[in-house]
């Protein structure tokens, strides 16, 4: 088992920064693919960014590419994401998952096997 906690939420104004942290315990985190997804009101959950497993190679979903950037240590056992120009349409509960299968692409919620709660990111206008 991986547990998975995530912090740094928060209200933001728009064009602001936040970054957000999360901490994994259990197994040995530099085995797994780590990403993070976020859902908004209403909508399902979709993906936002993933790291490799050394944390050499990132992908990102087209939305966010250029303005949030992840990043992890494997030394602490954290992934982070670091997120500027932040916009309204950021809100959402974001989520982070980690994957033992070595593949980056990995989009849907359905090919990660450990979840954190998820913290509330709120961008006002």
């Known amino acids: 088992q991986v547990q998975l906690v995530e912090s740094g939420g928060g209200l933001v104004q728009a064009g602001g920064s936040l970054r957000l942290s999360c901490a994994a315990s259990g197994r040995t985190f530099s085995n797994y693919v780590m990403a993070w997804f976020r859902q908004a009101p209403g909508k399902e959950r979709q993906f936002v960014a993933a790291?490799?497993?050394?944390?050499?190679?990132?992908y990102y979903a087209d939305s966010v590419k250029g303005r949030f950037t992840i990043s992890r240590d494997n030394a602490k056992n954290t992934v982070y994401l670091q997120m500027n120009s932040l916009k309204p349409e950021d809100t959402a509960v974001y989520s982070c998952a980690a994957r033992y299968r070595s593949s980056l692409y990995a989009v849907e919620e359905t090919e990660y096997d450990y979840w954190g709660q998820g913290t509330q990111v709120t961008v006002s206008s």
């Open positions: 790291i490799s497993r050394n944390g050499v190679n990132t």
